[in-house]
C-alpha cells in the first residue's frame, strides 16, 4: 500500500496525531467527534503500520499511551454494580464451613468451586462501549469510584479497544480486575530514588494506588503498573459461569492470570491452598491469599449477599507475617470518642514489605493479659489488618528488673483530666469537652473523604490550626476563611493552597446529609447507619427529637447504636454545634424524601428470590426505588413483599411459613403499572398467596446485570 520509507513514516505520523486529537476529545473534553466504528478502523491501521515498521517506534503513540493534560480533580462516578469486598478468613475450619453452607444450600445440585490468587493490589472497573474504553473507576465507597480513566490509559496491559470474538456480548460490558506493580518494577523504582537521594516507597501496592491518583498522567506513564482481569459483568445478557467469563475475558484480549482453579470438593481447594501456601514468593508479583467463588452465576443469584459480602465467595489469607523487634516504650493516642488507646513504640522493623515503627496495643487489659513491658523483646504481626499488632513476647530475653507498666489515668493532652471507664466496656475515656487530642481527631473525621471530603485539610494542617487556636470545633472549619492572613503566616501555606483550602470548604457544604450524619461522628454511627438514618427519618430536626424506642423500632439499628444516638443528642454542646452548622448551609436533610414520601411504594421494601422473565434485577430494584420502595437483601418478618421468579430457593418457604406477602411475576409487573398511575393493588391473600405458581415452567433470565 505504501511505496516509500518515508511515506509510511509520514502516514504513522499522520494517524498519531489524527488518534491522539480524538482521544483528547473523547477523554477529556467528553465529546466523540469520530464514530466508533472509523476511530477502530484507524487504530488498528496504526497498530499494524508500527508492526510491520518497528523502526518509527515512538513511546508517546497513542497505541502506547495517551499525553494528556493535567487534571485538576477526579470525577466520582456511581457504579452500576456495587464493587462490594469478600469477607475474609484465615482458617481452613472456615473455609470449611463457606463450602459446606455452599452445599447445604443446593443439596440436590453439584457444586463447582472457582479458585483464584488474591492479589494484593487495587481493585479497578473498566466500562467498554462498543467494544471501546470508555471509562475507568476505582472502587471507592462500592458505590461510586474515582474516573481515573485518563490514567488507567497509561497501563499498557488494558486495551483501548477489545478483540473481536464469537461470543455475542451487548454494546456495553464492564470488566473488573486488580491493577498491580511487580516485583522487579517496584525494586527499579526504589533504585532510582536512592541514586536521586529521594525517600523509597513502601511497598508495590501502596505506590500503585498512589501512581493510579496522580493527576498528571505523563508521570503516570513513567510508572509500570499491570492489570489483572477477573469478573465480566453485562445488561442483558446471562452469564453462565467464572471459568467461561475467564475465557471471554481473555479472548477479548485482557490479561487473566492463568492460575485459577475449578473444584469439586473441599480436599482439591485444601490442595491449592497449601501449595501456593509453600510456592507464592516464587510469583513475581505479591499475593496475600486465594479468593473462592461459586462458579455457576445462577448458583451466585440464588445464594445473594449478606450486609455487604457475597454470600457465594470468601476470601482465604494466608498466616500473618511476623517479626521480632524490640518496645522501645508505650504511648497514648485519643480517639475522636475520648477513648484512649496504648500504641507500642518498637524498634523499626521490616514485615510484609514495609518497615514497622508502631503496633497497636488495644487497651489496658490486652497488655495487661500479655504482660508486655517496655524493653521487651516481642512479636510483631502484619497480616490482613493495616496496622500492625503485637502477639507475644520472648520472656527468655525479659530482664529480671524489668517493671509491670502502669496504664495511665490522665488524658495525655495538654489539659490532663482524669479519665473514666465505662461499664461492659475495657478501654479507658477522657470526657473532657475541650480536650485538644479529640478535636483534632474529629475534624479529621469530619474532613475525611468518606465524610465531607474536604481538599487540603489533612492531619497536619489540622494540628497547626487547633495548636494555633484557629479550629476549636467542626463549625470552625467554616470560619476559616476569617483566619486567611493568619494562615498565610504558616511556613507551605501560599497564595494557591489558602485559595484550594477555602474552596474545598465551600464545595463540602454541597455534600448530602449522609455524609454530614457520618461526619458528626456520633458513636457506632458508620457509613451504613447514617445512609438507614437518612432513609428511613429524612432530617435531622426528626431524627433528635425520637425516643430510645422509637430509634429501636427502625431496620438495623440496635439498642446500643440507638443509646448512642439519645446521648449525642443529649449533650447542649451538641444542639449549639448542629445549630451553628445549619447556618453555615450545610445540608441536614435528605433531599428526596418528601418526593419519597409522596410515592405509592414509599416504605414498602422488597426481596427477590429465582429468575424473572422480564427484569434483570438491578433493573427490578430501579423500578421499586423509583416508586419510594425499597429492595433489601435479607428475608425478615418485616418483609412487604417476596418477589418470586422461577426457580425460587429458600425464601420463598420461609416467606409462607412466616405468612408473608408473595407475588409472582406478573403480579409484580402490576403493582409496578398501578403504582406508576397512583393507584394501590388489590394484594388480598388469594392473589398474593398462590403457592401452586411457585413452579410454573418459566425461562430464565439473569437476575444479574
Known amino acids: 500500500m505504501y511505496s516509500s520509507g518515508i511515506i509510511m513514516k509520514e502516514r504513522i505520523e499522520e494517524l498519531r496525531n489524527l488518534i491522539s486529537e480524538y482521544d483528547r476529545e473523547y477523554y477529556i473534553n467528553h465529546r466523540s467527534v469520530v464514530s466508533d466504528f472509523e476511530y477502530d478502523h484507524l487504530y488498528k491501521e496504526l497498530q499494524k503500520l508500527e508492526t510491520e515498521f518497528p523502526e518509527f517506534y515512538n513511546a508517546n503513540s497513542p497505541t502506547q499511551r495517551v499525553a494528556t493534560d493535567k487534571i485538576t480533580e477526579f470525577r466520582n462516578v456511581p457504579h452500576d454494580f456495587p464493587m462490594l469486598s469478600l469477607p475474609n478468613t484465615y482458617t481452613l475450619e472456615e473455609v470449611d464451613a463457606f463450602v459446606d453452607r455452599c452445599q447445604k444450600t443446593f443439596p440436590d445440585q453439584q457444586i463447582k468451586f472457582f479458585v483464584e490468587l488474591k492479589f494484593d493490589g487495587i ?19 462500592g458505590v461510586s469510584g474515582d474516573d481515573i480513566t485518563l490514567n488507567v490509559l497509561q497501563i499498557k496491559d488494558i486495551p483501548k479497544i477489545l ?52 493527576l498528571d498522567s505523563n508521570e503516570v506513564s513513567q510508572r509500570p503498573l499491570n492489570f489483572f482481569a477477573y469478573s465480566l459483568l453485562m445488561n442483558g445478557k446471562k452469564l453462565f459461569s467464572l471459568a467461561k467469563n475467564a475465557k471471554i ?76 523487634t524490640k518496645l522501645l516504650d508505650i504511648t497514648y493516642q485519643v480517639g475522636r470518642t475520648g477513648i484512649v488507646s496504648p500504641v507500642a513504640e518498637l524498634e523499626p522493623v521490616e514485615l510484609s514489605q514495609t518497615i514497622v515503627k508502631r503496633a497497636t496495643l488495644h487497651n489496658e487489659e490486652f497488655i495487661r493479659d500479655n504482660d508486655f513491658r517496655v524493653g521487651d523483646s516481642v512479636f510483631v504481626e502484619k497480616g490482613g489488618e493495616i496496622i500492625p499488632k503485637l502477639v507475644g513476647v520472648n520472656f527468655e530475653k525479659r530482664s529480671p528488673e524489668s517493671p509491670e507498666f502502669v496504664f495511665t489515668k490522665l488524658c495525655p493532652c495538654e489539659i490532663k483530666s482524669e479519665l473514666v471507664k465505662y461499664e461492659d466496656e475495657a478501654g479507658w475515656y477522657c470526657v473532657h469537652p475541650l480536650c485538644p487530642s479529640q478535636i483534632r481527631k474529629k475534624l479529621e473525621h469530619f474532613a475525611s473523604r468518606n465524610a465531607m471530603n474536604i481538599d487540603n485539610l489533612g492531619e ?211 403493582l409496578l403499572e398501578e403504582s406508576r398511575s397512583g393507584n394501590e393493588m388489590d394484594t388480598n ?6 403457592e401452586n405458581k411457585a413452579n410454573e415452567d418459566f425461562e430464565p433470565k439473569s437476575l444479574f446485570d
Open 460 to 670: 497536619r494542617s489540622i494540628d497547626e490550626f487547633v495548636t494555633r487556636g484557629l479550629l476549636s470545633d467542626l463549625s470552625s472549619i467554616f470560619e476559616l476563611k476569617q483566619h486567611r492572613n493568619a494562615i498565610a503566616q504558616i511556613e507551605g501555606w501560599g497564595a494557591k493552597s489558602i485559595d484550594n483550602l477555602l474552596e474545598g470548604i465551600e464545595k463540602s457544604k454541597e455534600k448530602p446529609f449522609t455524609n454530614v450524619l457520618f461526619g458528626l461522628g456520633i458513636r457506632y454511627v458508620g457509613e451504613t447507619v447514617a445512609k438507614q438514618l437518612v432513609r428511613e427519618i429524612g432530617n435531622i430536626d426528626k431524627l433528635m427529637s425520637l425516643t430510645l424506642e422509637e430509634l429501636v423500632e427502625l431496620p438495623q439499628i440496635g439498642e446500643k447504636i440507638a443509646k448512642s444516638i439519645i446521648n449525642y443528642f443529649s449533650l447542649e454542646s451538641n444542639l449549639e454545634l448542629i445549630t451553628k452548622l445549619k447556618s453555615f448551609g450545610l445540608k441536614f436533610e435528605f433531599e428526596q424524601f418528601e418526593e419519597n414520601q409522596s410515592k405509592v411504594l414509599f416504605g414498602k421494601t422488597f426481596l427477590f428470590t429465582g429468575e424473572l422473565q422480564s427484569f434483570a434485577r438491578p433493573a427490578a430494584t430501579k423500578e421499586v426505588e423509583s416508586l419510594g420502595g425499597k429492595v433489601i437483601s435479607s428475608i425478615s418478618k418485616k418483609l412487604s413483599y417476596l418477589i418470586v421468579g422461577a426457580n425460587p430457593g429458600s425464601k420463598l418457604k420461609k416467606a409462607q411459613e412466616w405468612g408473608l406477602s408473595i407475588l409472582y411475576e406478573e403480579e409484580f409487573i402490576k
Open 163 to 214: 478483540n473481536n470474538i464469537e461470543e455475542d456480548l451487548p454494546d456495553e460490558i464492564e470488566i473488573r480486575g486488580e491493577v498491580i506493580m511487580f516485583k522487579h518494577s517496584f525494586a527499579e523504582i526504589n533504585k532510582r530514588q536512592i541514586a536521586l537521594g529521594q525517600k523509597t516507597y513502601a511497598n508495590p501496592r501502596n505506590l500503585a494506588s498512589g501512581t493510579l491518583k496522580l
Open 123 to 141: 481493585s479497578l472497573s473498566l466500562r467498554y462501549k462498543n467494544k471501546r474504553l470508555n471509562m475507568s473507576l476505582t472502587r471507592g465507597d
Open 249 to 324: 475475558i481473555e479472548d477479548l484480549g485482557l490479561p487473566v492470570n492463568s492460575n485459577h482453579y475449578l473444584c469439586s470438593s473441599i480436599e482439591e481447594i485444601y490442595d491449592i491452598i497449601a501449595s501456593w501456601e509453600e510456592k507464592r514468593d516464587e510469583l513475581p508479583f505479591f499475593i496475600d491469599g486465594l479468593v473462592i467463588k461459586v462458579d455457576s452465576v445462577s448458583q451466585q443469584e440464588e445464594m445473594g449477599f449478606v450486609s455487604r459480602f457475597p454470600r457465594w465467595a470468601i476470601a482465604y489469607k494466608y498466616s500473618a507475617e511476623q517479626a521480632e
Open 685 to 690: 391473600e388469594d392473589v398474593i398467596q398462590n
